[in-house]
């Protein structure tokens, strides 16, 4: 089992930042791509950014050149740098791991909030 805790979400104006952290605990050996996802009202998740081991990143087309993963392998951690925060980009975010045999955990989630 693997366990996910998120920390950064907040309220913030539109055009600021934010950066959202995750740690993961428990068989962290197992972890293979890590990553978020977000919800917003009324709408289905939707994946926003992957990372792999090796630092491979993907993006959600609507955050590319706003929003960075990064992750410290050593840490068991990864984070989402997010730039430029837009009204549209309110959710609750998920931090995500996919792991060995074919599992996938999320975190509790972190509340972002971006007023116009």
């Known amino acids: 089992q693997v366990q996910l805790v998120e920390s950064g979400g907040g309220l913030v104006q539109a055009g600021g930042s934010l950066r959202l952290s995750c740690v993961a605990s428990g068989s962290t050996l197992s972890i293979n791509d890590m990553g978020w996802s977000r919800q917003a009202p009324g709408k289905q998740r939707e994946l926003v950014a992957t990372i792999t081991t090796g630092g491979r990143r993907n993006y959600l087309d609507s955050v590319k050149g706003r929003f960075t993963a990064s992750r410290d392998n050593a840490k068991n951690a990864v984070y989402l740098q997010m730039n430029s925060l837009k009204p549209e980009d309110t959710a609750v975010y998920y931090c995500?791991?996919?792991?060995?045999?074919?599992?996938?955990?999320w975190g509790q989630g972190t509340q972002v909030t971006v007023s116009s």
């Open positions: 995500n791991a996919w792991a060995y045999p074919a599992r996938q955990y």
